[in-house]
């Protein structure tokens, strides 16, 4: 599917429900969704990932699609309260969206000194978790190569931040976003 076309089908997916803006319609289509693990996978692909890193809950069942796609190991980055055996790194998140800060965890075996991690995400807004995911990758001794996303609402700053921002839809294209 052309990238316009994509955008155009995001566009008409993704719609405000009470207030929240609901991205699940995107995960109950196949068709959409092949087509937006394609489209993150062909943004990172040139840059030679050993793994992508992806936050729970959305952002696993993006990030395990495109590390699948992409034929390299998946990341699993984990909330307060989650089952996880073995031992752990943790930062805690700068404020998101709503003001609340996140502990954020990382079994310490999953990477290392060589390895060459992107991020994967189902929305970026404030950037608190992606630059908290950086962070624990880089204190790992891997490079942080950037972060692909289905919607970004992030803001300049951020995206300075973040060595290389793939973004399948602009939030302020999306209608009562």
């Known amino acids: 599917m052309s990238a316009p076309a994509l955008e155009a089908r995001l566009r008409d997916a ?3 429900i009470g207030g929240h803006m609901d991205v699940w319609a995107v995960f109950e289509d196949g068709a959409l969704l092949g087509a937006v693990v394609d489209a993150l996978a062909q943004g990172l692909e040139p840059l030679l990932p050993t793994a992508i890193v992806a936050v729970e809950s959305r952002g696993f069942l993006l990030g395990g699609a ?14 307060p309260g989650s089952l996880f055996p073995g031992e752990k790194a ?8 709503r003001g609340n800060r996140t502990e954020l965890r990382m079994l310490v075996r999953a990477m290392g000194t060589g390895d060459r991690i992107a991020m994967v995400d189902d929305w970026i807004e404030v950037g608190a978790q992606a630059l908290a995911v950086r962070e624990l990758v880089e204190d790992r001794g891997a490079t942080f190569l950037g972060l692909a996303t289905m919607v970004d609402q992030s803001s300049e700053a951020v995206r300075e931040a973040v060595p290389v921002l793939v973004a399948l839809v602009g939030a302020d294209t999306l209608e009562d976003a």
């Open 90 to 97: 943790s930062v805690l998140t700068g404020p998101d969206y």
């Open 66 to 79: 495109v590390a699948a796609r992409l034929g390299v190991g998946f990341v699993a980055v984990r909330k």
């Open 14 to 16: 993704i719609r405000s």
